[in-house]
C-alpha cells in the first residue's frame, strides 16, 4: 500500500514540463523531492494532487487508480495538499481555519497539538500572523484531515531557514504517525536531512532517485544531479 507514480508525464503549453517520472511515496516516510527553480516540481505535485491531469502515465494511491480522479475525489481518499504561498483564509480565525477540515474535536486537538504556540492566536485572524504562523496553521489544517498522504510544496518559501527548522520535526512527527509524506523544498540539505528516501528533478526528469545521505554527504554527486549530468 503506497502512492505510486508510474512514468507520469505532464504537459503545459508546448510541450513536457515533466517526463516518465516513476516515483513511491510510503506510508509512515518522507521522501524528498529537491531540484532547481523551473525543474517541473509544482507541475509534479499538481499532478499528484488532481490539479492538473497527467499527459500520460497513471497515479495509484493505496492499489487505486487516481489518475482521473478531481483534486475534491483525491482529498475524500485521503490525499492532502499544502501548496505553495501559505493558502489562508485570511478573514477566518486560527480555529475556524482547522474547523474547515477537522471532523471531530479529536482531529481539531490534535492538530492543535503540533503547534502549542498557536494556542493564544486561537481567536486571531490569520491575517494578523507572522508568516511562520501562518505556515503552521496551513500544515496544522491539513494534518486535521486526517490524510493517509500528505503533499507539501515548497513550504519554506519567504520563510527564514530558523522558521522552517521549526517546522522539520512537526513534518517527522506526522509521517510517524503512518501518513506518507512527499517533501519538494528549496532547503535541500535541512529537507533531505529528515527523508528516507530523496529524488532530484532537472529540466523534467528524474537525475537522481536513492539515498538522502549518500545525496548530501557527495557534493560532486549533488552538482551532477542539480546539472542533470
Do not use: C, W
Amino acid at each position: 500500500m503506497s502512492l505510486v507514480l508510474n512514468d507520469v508525464t505532464v504537459s503545459r503549453g508546448v510541450g513536457p514540463v515533466i517526463s516518465n517520472v516513476t516515483l513511491e511515496v510510503k506510508p509512515g516516510q518522507i521522501t524528498t523531492l529537491v531540484g532547481p527553480n523551473g525543474a517541473g516540481k509544482t507541475s509534479l505535485i499538481e499532478s499528484i494532487a488532481g490539479v492538473i491531469i497527467p499527459s500520460s502515465g497513471s497515479v495509484v494511491m493505496n492499489d487505486v487508480d487516481i489518475t482521473k480522479f478531481s483534486k475534491r475525489k483525491r482529498s475524500r481518499a485521503g490525499l492532502a495538499i499544502v501548496e505553495q504561498g501559505r493558502m489562508i483564509f485570511p478573514s477566518l480565525t486560527v480555529r475556524e481555519n482547522l474547523q474547515l477540515t477537522a471532523r471531530t474535536k479529536s482531529d481539531f486537538d490534535e492538530a492543535m497539538a503540533l503547534f502549542p504556540e498557536l494556542e493564544k492566536r486561537m481567536n486571531n485572524n490569520t491575517v494578523l500572523l507572522s508568516g511562520g504562523e501562518q505556515q503552521m496553521v496551513v500544515l496544522a489544517r491539513a494534518f486535521a484531515s486526517k490524510p493517509k498522504y500528505l503533499l507539501l510544496d515548497e513550504m519554506s518559501l519567504g520563510l527564514a531557514p530558523v522558521v522552517f527548522m521549526r517546522l522539520l520535526p512537526v513534518i517527522e512527527g506526522i509521517a510517524k504517525s503512518g501518513v506518507g509524506v512527499l517533501l519538494v523544498e528549496q532547503f535541500a540539505h535541512l529537507a533531505l536531512g529528515i527523508a528516507e528516501d530523496a529524488m532530484v528533478v532537472t529540466s523534467g526528469r528524474v537525475s537522481y532517485h536513492g539515498s538522502p545521505k549518500k545525496l548530501t554527504s557527495d557534493a560532486e554527486l549533488m552538482r551532477k544531479s542539480y546539472m542533470g549530468e
